[in-house]
């Protein structure tokens, strides 16, 4: 498979994702914790059905020290006893916000809620700005039918 165009060569595409960047690099240095960081990237790339980015952040959390347990129970979290309660909260709302087209109300205040009981405000507006931006990305690299496999962690910088 062949991306549709050189999105990451083109120029006026590096100036959307120098943007798209630099918001993600102010939600990395955040108080939200890595690995909730990582979770939400690969739960929301997992059900936007982006391979670019779900092999990017499984690489990357593997990098981290996550184990693969956990990386192959991400997709069935409800069922799986390896998270914690504040991981699930985190992967339910990155599931309400990614699926807001498919939810009548959007994300419920029951999800929102229970994140609230596990992260402070600033932890809550960076998971809610997390959320958004990878997103973003999956939107960028579905529609360009960006490659997955290749990913090297650390690559991005």
């Known amino acids: 498979m062949e991306s549709r165009l050189n999105y990451f060569g083109h120029p006026l595409a590096g100036k959307v994702l120098k943007h798209i960047n630099s918001a993600n690099k102010v939600l990395s240095d955040s108080t939200l914790p890595a690995v909730i960081q990582e979770l939400v990237k690969i739960r929301a790339s997992q059900i936007n059905g982006c391979g670019f980015c779900t092999d990017m952040h499984t690489k990357d959390a593997t990098a981290a020290g996550e184990t693969p347990q956990r990386l192959h129970l991400v997709a069935a979290w409800r069922e799986a006893t390896v998270f914690t309660d504040a991981e699930r909260a985190a992967l339910e709302l990155s599931e309400q916000g990614t699926r807001i087209a498919d939810a009548a109300g959007g994300v419920t205040d029951e999800a929102w809620a229970n994140a609230a009981k ?26 360009n039918q960006q490659p997955a496999g290749d990913y090297q962690p650390g690559q991005f910088g």
């Open 118 to 143: 596990h992260f402070d405000e600033d932890q809550l507006v960076a998971l809610m700005s997390l959320i958004a931006v990878i997103n973003a990305y999956n939107r960028i690299n579905v529609i």
